[in-house]
Nanobody
Framework: QVQLVESGGGLVQAGGSLRLSCVASGNFFSPNVMGWYRQAPGKQRELVATITSGGSSNYLQSVKGRFTISRDNGKNTVFLQMNSLKPEDTAVYYC?????????????WGEGTLVTVSS
């Protein structure tokens, strides 16, 4: 069983920064993809950024240039550095992990961490 545990959310003023972390424990196989999604009140969950175990990353257009995703493969940890935060970034941020076992894709979610950006 794979568990994802997030940390680093909180309250920050517009223009500020936060760093989210997520650790995957259990039988999390490589190659894999780790990433961050977010869900604001009344909105659907959306992809923020993903990064493969090979280091390829992908970003939501509205966060490009402000957010940076990175990972430590040895520790199965993914980070999201969020700079120049805006009130519209306010959401619950969920860590996601995807790996493959015997040819089948497996998808895991953390419980989420709240990020609140005040204007």
């Amino acid at each position: 069983q794979v568990q994802l545990v997030e940390s680093g959310g909180g309250l920050v003023q517009a223009g500020g920064s936060l760093r989210l972390s997520c650790v995957a424990s259990g039988n999390f196989f490589s190659p894999n993809v780790m990433g961050w999604y977010r869900q604001a009140p009344g909105k659907q969950r959306e992809l923020v950024a993903t990064i493969t175990s090979g280091g390829s990353s992908n970003y939501l257009q509205s966060v490009k240039g402000r957010f940076t995703i990175s990972r430590d493969n040895g520790k199965n940890t993914v980070f999201l550095q969020m700079n120049s935060l805006k009130p519209e970034d306010t959401a619950v941020y969920y860590c996601n992990g995807q790996d493959y076992f015997r040819g089948n894709a497996r998808n895991y979610w953390g419980e989420g961490t709240l990020v609140t950006v005040s204007s």
